[in-house]
């Protein structure tokens, strides 16, 4: 198992357009989650999933994102009519443990809207 | 609303000497804490952590303390090495909830 796998690593979008991000965790952590992070902040939690069921989303999460994770395996994060304001690196982490040294990051898909 | 705050964007630490990364928060419904270590180009991986039922929890070189009446934490490297050098993440969570909130971070340059 390589840890947590994310695609694609860069994204340059057009303003408006829509982008579909990928997260496969690791085989068999349950838990998996989305975070976004902007220059000079820390990870700001989005949404995550127990299994197949999204449990909690972050009010950061506008109606233009929505988030999947089919059969509980990988997850898809959609943002749609991208704006200026999504760049940022978004940021994937799976576990097992609610504790949060569970968490294992992906490295991390960076979208720059132009 | 900053619940994690670290107040130093960036520190510099001679190689050998202690470093030492500070975090105060203002949830007091946070009973656990985390300190995630980050390099360019990598996601946060995971430090050291502590209870709210511990005040000091120690990891060779690294040792995290906790006072919980000043609502502050703090992470100390010793000694410190080049290898140091990366952003550290001060995170938190309160019990039962499956999120952790991050500060924004503090950059520790390990100077030789």
């Known amino acids: 198992d390589t840890g947590v796998s994310q695609n694609p690593r860069h994204k340059i979008t057009k303003r408006g357009q829509n982008v579909t991000f990928r997260c496969d965790p690791i085989s068999e952590h349950n838990r998996l989650y989305w975070y976004r992070q902007t220059l000079g902040q820390g990870p700001e939690f989005l949404t995550y999933?127990?299994?197949?069921?999204?449990?909690?989303k972050s009010r950061l999460l506008s109606d233009r994102f929505s988030a999947e994770r089919p059969k509980g395996s990988f997850s898809t994060l959609e943002i749609q009519r991208t704006e200026q304001g999504d760049s940022a690196m978004y940021l994937c982490?799976?576990?097992?443990?609610?504790?949060?040294?569970?968490?294992?990051f992906g490295s991390g898909t960076r979208l720059t809207v132009v | 609303d900053q619940q994690v705050k670290q107040n130093s964007p960036s520190l510099s630490v001679q190689e050998g000497r202690i470093s030492i990364l500070n975090c105060d928060y203002t949830n007091s419904m946070f009973d656990y804490f985390l300190w995630y270590k980050k390099y360019p180009a990598e996601g946060p991986t995971f430090l050291i952590s502590?209870?709210?039922?511990?005040d000091k929890n120690e990891d060779g070189r690294f040792t995290v303390f906790l006072n919980k009446s000043a609502k502050h934490l703090s992470l100390h490297i010793v000694p410190s090495q080049p290898g140091d050098s990366a952003v550290y993440f001060c995170?938190?969570?309160?019990?039962?909830?499956?999120?952790?909130?991050f500060g924004k971070g503090t950059r520790l340059h390990i100077l030789p």
């Open positions: 999933f127990q299994n197949e069921a999204q449990l909690e």
């Open positions: 982490a799976s576990s097992l443990s609610t504790k949060g040294y569970g968490y294992t």
């Open positions: 502590i209870s709210s039922i511990k």
């Open positions: 995170a938190a969570s309160v019990n039962g909830d499956d999120k952790i909130i």
